[in-house]
């Protein structure tokens, strides 16, 4: 059936590090990939999107390519700062309708200064 | 613009009890979709709903049950309540031609006793 599978957690970096949090899914077709972020306390926040091969998503400095042969969406950013620190979830839609997402369990993020 | 918003914000209820969670969608969506998600995992789809009916059911037993207003707020009912079902329920809502892209609530924090 359909699965994502995020690298586990947590993930400690200092600031300025790089950052990788690697994602790869099991899916009929290829169905649009998503990164969500969520904050302590708070819901979540969609971060990027793809909704076709090859494209790259990006926003506040983090990118995800969609790369269909190895049906991966790993999330990159460059230089990472302690307000990155939060929990990242890798999903996509269950079917070509769009309907349900399907999450990864979360990979938690804290970054010190 | 108001954004997705949820009520209550926490809640605790005995094993065996009735609850139902409120949903007011973001301004112009008229999709909405429920989300379960248990401690350090990420979100189960629970089902979603349009022009006031169910459009499509995760892997959820009856006991879960919803509904959609005219104004296409949403309500979650769960009957019977276990221990299990303690967790964050999060609603997203969306549009019905972009469903890819759903906007999420804060969550309400159930906790049965």
């Known amino acids: 059936g359909d699965s994502v599978t995020q690298m586990e957690g947590p993930v400690t970096l200092s600031e300025e590090a790089f950052l990788t949090i690697n994602c790869t899914y099991t899916a009929t077709g290829y169905p649009s990939l998503f990164w969500y972020v969520q904050y302590p306390g708070e819901g979540l926040q969609l971060l990027l999107k793809a909704t076709k091969a090859d494209d790259k998503g990006s926003n506040k400095g983090f990118e995800a390519t969609y790369r269909k042969e190895t049906t991966s969406f790993h999330l990159e950013k460059g230089s990472v700062q302690v307000s990155d620190s939060a929990v990242y979830f890798c999903?996509?839609?269950?079917?070509?309708?769009?309907?349900?997402?399907?999450f990864g369990k979360g990979t938690t993020l804290s970054v010190s200064s | 613009d108001a954004g997705v918003t949820q009520s209550p914000t926490h809640l605790i209820k005995t094993r065996g009890q009735q609850v139902t969670l409120r949903c007011s969608p973001k301004?112009?969506?008229?999709?909405v979709s429920w989300y379960q998600q248990a401690l350090g995992q990420g979100p189960q789809f629970i089902f979603q709903y349009y022009e006031e009916e169910e459009r499509q059911r995760g892997n959820f037993p009856d006991r879960f049950s919803g509904h959609q207003f005219p104004n296409y707020s949403s309500e979650l009912n769960v009957n019977a309540l276990l221990l299990g079902d303690s967790a964050l329920y999060l609603c997203?809502?969306?549009?019905?031609?972009?469903?890819?892209?759903?906007?999420f609530g804060p969550g309400t924090r159930l906790t049965v006793t």
């Open positions: 301004s112009g969506h008229d999709t």
């Open positions: 999903a996509h839609l269950a079917n070509q309708a769009g309907t349900a997402l399907i």
């Open positions: 997203a809502s969306s549009l019905i031609g972009t469903t890819y892209e759903q906007y």
